[in-house]
C-alpha cells in the first residue's frame, strides 16, 4: 500500500499542475522551487485532501451498490471529479475497493481504542466498556458509507485481494476486543451479531420504515440502536425534527 500511496500522492501533485493551476513545471513534472519545499509541499497536501474526497465518495459508491455494482466512473462523479483522475491515483477499481477498505477499518479501530482509552480512564467494567464500544460504533453512521463498505467487503469475500483483507480486517477487531477489551469469545460473538444486524437494517433501508404502523419494526429499531436511534435515523433519512422513543436493551 505504500508504493500506491507514494504513486498516488505523486499523480494528484502531476494532475493538480494541470487541472488547479496554470504554473510551469519542470521535467520531472515538479513545480519550480521543490528543492525549497515550498509549492510541491502544498500540492502534496492538495493531493491528500483529494484522495480522502475521492475514498469518501467511493465509500458511498460501494456501500450502496457492492463491489460488483459500482463503477469508478460512478466514483468520478461522486466526488465530482473526473473517472481518470481516479484511475491514475489508484490504478483500477479493485485497489480504489482496498483503500475503501483499508480507510473504514482504520476509522473503526480508531473509533474502538478511543472507547478504549476513555473506558479505561474512568475506570469502567467490562459491561460499561462494551456499552461504550457499542456507541462508538454506532457513532460511525455519521459517515454512512464506512459502516455500509465494510459489510460490502465481507461480501466479496470470494473476491481474492478483497477477501483477504476484510478476513484480516474483521481478525483485527476480533483480536482487539479479545485482547484490549477483555471480551470472553461468546460476547465478542453477541457484540458483533449486533453490529452486522446494525449494517444490515441500515442496508436494507429498514431504518426508512422508523414511523411505520406496523409496531415491530420501530420496536426491532428501539432495540437494536438503542439510544443512537436518532442519529440513525436523522443520518439516513436526512430528517433533523425527527423525535423517536429510544429503548435499552
Not at 484511475?87 to 483503500?99: D, I, P, Q, T, Y
Not at 472507547?115 to 459517515?143: C, F, P, Q, V, W
Not at 420496536?219 to 436523522?234: G, M, Q, S, W, Y
Given at each position: 500500500?505504500?508504493?500506491?500511496?507514494?504513486?498516488?500522492?505523486?499523480?494528484?501533485?502531476?494532475?493538480?499542475?494541470?487541472?488547479?493551476?496554470?504554473?510551469?513545471?519542470?521535467?520531472?513534472?515538479?513545480?519550480?522551487?521543490?528543492?525549497?519545499?515550498?509549492?510541491?509541499?502544498?500540492?502534496?497536501?492538495?493531493?491528500?485532501?483529494?484522495?480522502?474526497?475521492?475514498?469518501?465518495?467511493?465509500?458511498?459508491?460501494?456501500?450502496?451498490?457492492?463491489?460488483?455494482?459500482?463503477?469508478?466512473?460512478?466514483?468520478?462523479?461522486?466526488?465530482?471529479?473526473?473517472?481518470?483522475?481516479?484511475?491514475?491515483?489508484?490504478?483500477?477499481?479493485?485497489?480504489?475497493?482496498?483503500?475503501?477498505?483499508?480507510?473504514?477499518?482504520?476509522?473503526?479501530?480508531?473509533?474502538?481504542?478511543?472507547?478504549?482509552?476513555?473506558?479505561?480512564?474512568?475506570?469502567?467494567?467490562?459491561?460499561?466498556?462494551?456499552?461504550?464500544?457499542?456507541?462508538?460504533?454506532?457513532?460511525?453512521?455519521?459517515?454512512?458509507?464506512i459502516?455500509?463498505?465494510?459489510?460490502?467487503?465481507?461480501?466479496?469475500?470470494?473476491?481474492?485481494?478483497?477477501?483477504?483483507?476484510?478476513?484480516?480486517?474483521?481478525?483485527?477487531?476480533?483480536?482487539?476486543?479479545?485482547?484490549?477489551?477483555g471480551?470472553?469469545?461468546?460476547?465478542?460473538?453477541?457484540?458483533?451479531?449486533?453490529?452486522?444486524?446494525?449494517?444490515?437494517?441500515?442496508?436494507?433501508?429498514m431504518?426508512?420504515?422508523h414511523?411505520?404502523?406496523?409496531?415491530?419494526?420501530?420496536?426491532?429499531?428501539a432495540?437494536?440502536?438503542?439510544?443512537?436511534?436518532?442519529?440513525?435515523?436523522?443520518?439516513?433519512?436526512?430528517?433533523?425534527?425527527?423525535?423517536?422513543?429510544?429503548?435499552?436493551?
Amino acid at each position: 500500500m505504500s508504493n500506491e500511496s507514494g504513486r498516488a500522492d505523486r499523480d494528484a501533485s502531476a494532475t493538480t499542475s494541470t487541472e488547479g493551476s496554470s504554473a510551469p513545471t519542470d521535467a520531472s513534472g515538479d513545480r519550480p522551487g521543490a528543492a525549497t519545499g515550498g509549492p510541491v509541499k502544498q500540492e502534496r497536501v492538495a493531493g491528500a485532501v483529494r484522495r480522502e474526497q475521492i475514498l469518501a465518495a467511493a465509500s458511498r459508491v460501494f456501500g450502496e451498490r457492492g463491489y460488483v455494482g459500482a463503477t469508478t466512473d460512478q466514483v468520478a462523479r461522486e466526488a465530482g471529479i473526473s473517472q481518470p483522475y481516479v484511475v491514475r491515483m489508484f490504478g483500477g477499481k479493485e485497489n480504489l475497493f482496498v483503500a475503501v477498505l483499508d480507510r473504514a477499518l482504520g476509522k473503526l479501530m480508531d473509533a474502538f481504542n478511543g472507547a478504549l482509552s476513555d473506558a479505561k480512564a474512568r475506570g469502567e467494567n467490562r459491561d460499561e466498556t462494551m456499552a461504550r464500544m457499542g456507541s462508538a460504533y454506532a457513532d460511525l453512521i455519521r459517515d454512512r458509507g464506512i459502516l455500509l463498505s465494510l459489510m460490502q467487503a465481507f461480501i466479496a469475500g470470494h473476491e481474492p485481494v478483497i477477501g483477504a483483507r476484510a478476513r484480516d480486517g474483521f481478525m483485527q477487531i476480533y483480536t482487539l476486543l479479545r485482547n484490549e477489551a477483555g471480551m470472553e469469545p461468546d460476547q465478542i460473538v453477541d457484540f458483533l451479531a449486533h453490529g452486522m444486524l446494525f449494517n444490515v437494517l441500515i442496508a436494507m433501508r429498514m431504518v426508512d420504515q422508523h414511523d411505520s404502523a406496523d409496531p415491530c419494526i420501530p420496536e426491532l429499531l428501539a432495540h437494536t440502536f438503542r439510544t443512537k436511534l436518532d442519529i440513525v435515523v436523522n443520518t439516513v433519512t436526512g430528517s433533523a425534527d425527527a423525535s423517536h422513543s429510544r429503548a435499552t436493551a
